[in-house]
């Protein structure tokens, strides 16, 4: 299995609220050395995260123990720049399984579904209600359902339907990245192939 199974995920969320977060702020180009996955997370954000000398940076949210959950809300326009998978291996191995943002850039937002993310696009003043729950009270919980196609404030029930290709939605509900899903169907190749 490439990832972890995503069907309905309840999470609480951290709230990153800036603009234009490009990938080479979401993994500094520095970083792209290794071919694995594993690693990323500790440098996702890295030079927001971390000063000169390597120590957290006390206003940085992901130094915030106020905040946790497997759910990031972003600000508009989250994943601009270089098309990097590694900014979603980073998103990934830090143990985020969802991304939400009023927009995303289009590269970003496919690498993240091929990688086990779902990046969940919802309408501005719907990003901007949770990111004031979530700062509001850092125990709010989001409910994300990939089989109804539907984020959730579960503290005032309001819900909005994001969009996913049937694909990629089988694919992440199965833990699939593309080579999973061609040996999944195994048994149906190989019979194929007896009729040629």
Known sequence: MAYDKFTVLTSTAVPLPTENVDTDQIIPARFLKA???????????????????????KDFVLNDP?????????????GSGSSREHAVWAIYDYGFRCVVSSFFADIFKNNCLNIGVLP???SPEFADKLLDAITENP??????????????????????????????????QNGFDDIDYLLSMESEIDEFEKTR
């Not at 071919?35 to 940076?57: A, I």
């Not at 989001?142 to 819900?159: K, Y």
């Open 35 to 57: 071919t694995e996955r594993e690693g990323f997370g500790d440098n996702l954000f890295r030079d927001w995260r971390y000063d000169v000398e390597g120590n957290p940076k």
């Open 120 to 122: 969940v696009t919802v």
């Open 139 to 172: 125990e709010t919980e989001i409910e994300v359902s990939i089989p109804a196609q539907t984020i959730t404030l579960l503290s005032t029930g309001e819900t909005e339907s994001f969009d996913i290709n049937a694909y990629k939605k089988d694919n992440m």
């Open 66 to 78: 106020t905040y946790s959950g497997k759910i990031l809300v972003a600000g508009k326009n989250f």
